[in-house]
């Protein structure tokens, strides 16, 4: 074509958190005022991360603008440390923000950057929790249009996701929203929590920590500040229910590995098609392994 | 330096990053690494769809990109998106003058002479597509003597510097409303997001940056049916446009450089009630960076559309601004579908347990009904 356009120089020379400092600001002003407005999808100019859209590009842009030398930061997937995706952000965290401490302990991280799970170990004032979110809006299973969902919002208009919820009833006798249950926060804007399940969302209703919740792709931030009020959408006689691990006989499942009966279990299928159950998060899995099990007892 | 924590996680993306290394580098001892230089000229249309997709303009970093991604454009345009996401942005451009091309084709399909005249220049609109195995074992010696032939006898004073637009001659003719004095600030995608309704300098810039297969695709909605522009191109160029930018200190406009663009321009008919004032065609416009035809007409009949939804409400999918703007990048699209590979483990749990309840009560009440 030309060649006028020479390469970089510094390709390696990156700056602290990736982003250039205006695109910092931008974000950091984006999440006061998601913060003044709980629930509310706040519009930023989501940037083009070095990750696919759909991979937590929008948590990442939150993660890089709070993050500071400081800062001991926790990334999970699934609710493991180790999935693919939560090493692959977290190096590139390690990367870009070289001061800053990593740890797959909860109770040690100031920032936590998660996909479909909260942490089991209840979070501290201390501590941010940043949720990705592939679908901001609660609405788009009714509505698809943008414009139109953005009145209904402002109308707290949520008519037709509760006549969803109705049909649901009528037709499976349950209602069939398994995870990123609709919530009500702070008593206006009804969010979509993020692909966490039903097992996480009480998790919100007055937590100690700061929740955000960023979605690149959609370019939509919004946050359940601290000690604020979430709400499953449920109806008076139909009570909001989370994720059923009983056995047959009725007894809750236990994780084959700590043995803890309260926390997210992810069903396992061996290869001669026998089933066995784990905790979903990590961390917490480690833990109680360390306070419950006897050596003789642990199995991986 | 921080305590790191890495398991199995990261030696399986270590293992990927080399497999696909390896695949790269498959010719072994026989091969010759690609160089930018092949890439820029020889794949000189990737190169193209690349800084265009990408929406920014640095030939040689696309040619990079398409190297290290093996070819793809999704990805190639991608890691020029991500690059761009670490520059500020420094300064907005004024106005630039795509009648100051250095042109190197332009058409009109609306009439047969034009001022300047029809220029075919490099194009393979009426090549027939027929195998050239010649090329499957072409020497370097025959490579080099072509372009060292086309154009030796040609001095530069007998080539034009510029040519005139065929859309000024159509508006001296009364066929096109006049331009608008006014210009509207320019939205910024990258600073900005799309809060709908958005302006048409949104539309433009998202359209500018679009993946091309998508916006063909809802561009062809359009001309099969769903829709109804029929558009006539009334000029249709591709060349360097110099970018006029203010000199720092003096804030002359000086020449900061030149880009590739192709800019096609197409007219549609009227319709009733479209304008306050005398009647006159109605204009599409699309533009890129770079040498991409298909795009930069699918641009501008899209464009019109947009108008049309704009003003009277949308009647067809590539009449609807947020169907149209939502729905046409690369970067978005490709990343989003891309990521169902990722574990869903814990939101399949939730489906599961969901079903077996589901389950669980219809045979329920089957055993009741029984």
């Known amino acids: 074509m030309n060649r006028h356009y020479e390469l970089p120089l510094d390709e390696a020379a990156y700056s602290f958190g990736f982003l250039d400092e205006f695109a910092k600001r931008e974000i950091r002003r984006t999440i006061l005022k998601a913060i003044s407005i709980p629930g509310y999808q706040t519009p930023y100019a989501s940037r083009e991360m070095p990750m696919g859209r759909g991979f937590g590009t929008g948590g990442l842009q939150l993660t890089l603008a709070l993050i500071g030398a400081n800062d001991t930061l926790k990334v999970i997937d699934q609710g493991s440390d180790d999935s693919v995706n939560a090493v692959n952000l977290r190096h590139f965290v390690e990367l870009t923000c070289p001061q800053v401490d990593t740890t797959e302990r909860t109770s040690e991280a100031t920032l936590i950057q998660s996909r479909h799970r909260i942490p089991e170990h209840p979070l501290s004032e201390q501590q941010i929790l940043v949720l990705q979110v592939p679908y901001p809006d609660p609405l788009v299973v009714v509505e698809p249009s943008e414009a139109r969902r953005k009145v209904m919002h402002g109308e707290g208009d949520y008519s037709r996701l509760l006549t969803k919820l109705y049909e649901d009833i009528v037709q499976f006798d349950e209602i069939t929203i398994s995870h990123r249950y609709p919530t009500r926060i702070n008593g206006h804007y009804v969010i979509d929590p993020s692909p966490i399940p039903r097992y996480d969302v009480p998790q919100l209703h007055q937590s100690k920590a700061l929740v955000l919740l960023g979605a690149g792709r959609e370019k939509k931030i919004y946050a359940v500040p601290p000690y604020t009020n979430a709400a499953p959408l449920v109806f008076d006689d139909v009570p909001f229910r989370i994720e059923d691990f009983r056995e047959a006989s009725g007894a809750r499942r236990a994780c084959d590995r700590c043995g803890a009966c309260d926390s997210f279990l992810d069903e396992m299928i061996a290869d001669d098609g026998s089933k066995s159950w784990q905790c979903s998060d990590s961390d917490y899995c480690n833990e109680q392994l360390a306070v419950n099990a006897s050596p003789a007892e642990v199995k991986a | ?370």
Do not use: W
Not at chain 2, 102 to 110: E, K, M, P
Not at chain 2, 215 to 236: F, K, Q
């Open chain 2, 1 to 370: 330096m921080g305590y790191v924590a890495i398991k199995g996680g990261g030696r399986a993306i270590r293992g990927a990053e080399a497999a696909l290394e390896a695949l790269r580098t498959a010719e072994g001892e026989a091969g010759t690494p690609l160089t930018l230089d092949a890439i820029e000229n020889q794949l000189r249309l990737l190169t193209s769809r690349v800084v265009s997709e990408g929406g920014l303009y640095h030939p040689r970093l696309a040619a990079l990109a398409i190297k290290q991604m093996q070819g793809d454009t999704l990805e190639a345009a991608f890691a020029l998106r991500a690059y761009r996401s670490t520059k500020p942005r420094l300064l907005e451009a004024p106005l630039q003058n795509t009648g100051q091309m250095r042109l190197i084709r332009r058409i009109s399909s609306a009439f047969k002479d034009i001022p300047g005249g029809q220029m075919l220049g490099p194009t393979s609109d009426y090549a027939l597509r027929l195998m050239r195995l010649d090329l499957a074992d072409e020497s370097p010696a025959a490579f080099r003597k072509v372009s060292s032939q086309f154009m030796a006898g040609v001095s530069d004073s007998e080539l034009p510097d510029t040519f005139p637009k065929v859309v000024d001659a159509l508006r001296s003719e009364g066929l096109l409303p006049p331009l608008s004095l006014h210009h509207q600030h320019a939205f910024d995608i990258t600073r900005d997001p799309l809060v709908f309704p958005v302006p048409r300098s949104a539309a433009l810039a998202t359209m500018a940056r679009a993946e091309t297969g998508s916006l063909l695709a809802i561009a062809y909605s359009n001309m099969r049916g769903y829709g109804d522009v029929h558009p006539t191109i009334a000029e249709l160029r591709v060349g360097y446009l110099p970018v006029m930018l203010p000199h720092p200190v003096t804030g002359e406009p000086i020449e900061a450089g030149e880009v590739l663009v192709t800019e096609c321009e197409v007219v549609a008919m009227y319709e009733s009630g479209e304008q306050d004032g005398p009647t006159h065609f109605t204009l599409g416009y699309g533009a890129c960076f770079g040498h991409n035809e298909v795009k930069a007409i699918a641009m501008a009949i899209l464009d019109r559309a947009l108008q049309k939804g704009m003003r009277d409400g949308p009647s067809n999918p590539s009449e609807d601004p947020e169907f149209v703007l939502l729905h046409v990048d690369g970067v978005d699209s490709m990343g989003f579908a891309s990521h169902y590979k990722m574990p869903h483990y814990v939101t399949f749990q939730s489906d599961m347990d969901r079903l077996r309840t589901t389950q669980a009560k219809a045979t329920e009440q089957q055993g009741v009904q029984a």
